[in-house]
């Protein structure tokens, strides 16, 4: 409603937009206006990785740029091996959310992901999932380089990663606890503890996800109709973020006994996890 406005603010040849999935429709316009031509606009995004907007977005729709004629979609998995997206998109699959941008081709394959159903009352259960994780990390700790920056753990919020970090600091585990602003490539020996809304566009050869309550995401029981749908797609989607930032090893790490629908064994097909008891 101002164009004034723009006409104030710096323009650009071009404009490259990565995680565009999460940018709102009036922030892409907003972007459109800064260059000579809305074809300077170049966008990559992943509708199965949205967790800011609704991953039904269509940005063409939304935006009123023309994309047609000019979309690529990307075939190929560099990140993750075959058996940690696998996973991965039987888990989005069980809740009948598509993975938009799914890949018939990986340069990786390795081990099948692990998940870990841990047992303990909800005030032992992070007790009991660090010293399973911890005992995996001596081991890789005593090895020479710095193998514990390989390494991450992801949990739901900043506040269980303080905790998490609070558990390896009793382990005497070397660890930092960054967010999206903070994060830099670690050049120190220790393991990198993130939550799973800080992780976009990251990747780590050896991922854990732990810490996550019987109410992850928030406390589904209380939430009705289309609130709590949306809550637990939500959940869904943070979860398979998580996971795709696995480059080699994946472990999930749930409540062993949980109602949680995110967490039901039909969820996780055994042909593609490695499923045991902690």
């Given at each position: 409603?101002?164009?004034?406005?723009?006409?104030?603010?710096?323009?650009?040849?071009?404009?490259?937009?990565?995680?565009?999935?999460?940018l709102?429709?009036?922030?892409?316009?907003?972007?459109?206006?800064?260059?000579?031509?809305?074809?300077?606009?170049?966008?990559?995004?992943?509708?199965?990785?949205?967790?800011?907007?609704?991953?039904?977005?269509?940005?063409?729709?939304?935006?009123?740029i023309?994309?047609?004629?000019?979309?690529?979609?990307?075939?190929?998995?560099?990140?993750?091996?075959?058996?940690?997206?696998?996973?991965?998109?039987?888990?989005?699959?069980?809740?009948?959310?598509?993975?938009?941008?799914?890949?018939t081709?990986?340069?990786?394959?390795?081990?099948?992901?692990?998940?870990?159903?841990?047992?303990?009352?909800?005030?032992?259960?992070?007790?009991?999932?660090?010293?399973?994780?911890?005992?995996?990390?001596?081991?890789?700790?005593?090895?020479?380089?710095?193998?514990l920056?390989?390494?991450?753990?992801?949990?739901?919020?900043?506040?269980?990663?303080?905790?998490?970090?609070?558990?390896?600091?009793?382990?005497?585990?070397?660890?930092?606890?960054?967010?999206?602003?903070?994060?830099?490539?670690?050049?120190?020996?220790?393991?990198?503890?993130?939550?799973?809304?800080?992780?976009?566009?990251?990747?780590?050869?050896?991922?854990?996800?732990?810490?996550?309550?019987d109410?992850?995401?928030?406390?589904?029981?209380?939430?009705?109709?289309?609130?709590?749908e949306?809550?637990?797609?939500?959940?869904?989607?943070?979860?398979?973020?998580?996971?795709?930032?696995?480059?080699?090893?994946?472990?999930?790490?749930?409540?062993?006994?949980?109602?949680?629908?995110?967490?039901?064994?039909?969820?996780?097909?055994?042909?593609?996890?490695?499923?045991?008891?902690?």
């Amino acid at each position: 409603d101002s164009p004034d406005l723009f006409n104030e603010l710096n323009t650009f040849d071009a404009i490259v937009v990565d995680e565009g999935q999460d940018l709102t429709p009036m922030e892409l316009r907003v972007l459109s206006e800064l260059i000579p031509s809305p074809n300077r606009l170049f966008v990559v995004a992943d509708s199965a990785q949205a967790i800011h907007q609704p991953a039904s977005l269509n940005l063409q729709e939304s935006t009123e740029i023309d994309f047609q004629g000019r979309t690529r979609e990307l075939k190929t998995n560099y990140r993750s091996t075959q058996q940690i997206a696998d996973a991965s998109s039987s888990f989005l699959h069980a809740f009948d959310l598509e993975n938009e941008t799914e890949t018939t081709e990986f340069y990786y394959s390795g081990p099948k992901p692990r998940l870990w159903k841990i047992a303990g009352s909800e005030e032992t259960q992070l007790e009991n999932e660090m010293s399973a994780i911890t005992d995996e990390l001596r081991r890789i700790a005593n090895k020479k380089g710095n193998q514990l920056s390989n390494i991450a753990i992801f949990s739901s919020s900043e506040r269980k990663c303080k905790e998490i970090q609070t558990h390896l600091n009793k382990m005497d585990i070397p660890s930092r606890f960054c967010n999206s602003r903070t994060y830099e490539k670690s050049q120190k020996n220790q393991v990198t503890i993130m939550s799973l809304k800080s992780i976009k566009g990251l990747e780590f050869p050896i991922v854990y996800i732990a810490g996550l309550s019987d109410n992850f995401p928030r406390n589904i029981d209380v939430e009705l109709g289309e609130v709590a749908e949306e809550n637990i797609e939500r959940g869904v989607r943070d979860l398979f973020v998580g996971m795709t930032r696995a480059i080699q090893v994946l472990t999930l790490c749930i409540p062993e006994n949980s109602d949680n629908s995110l967490f039901k064994s039909q969820n996780f097909q055994s042909y593609l996890w490695e499923i045991s008891k902690k």
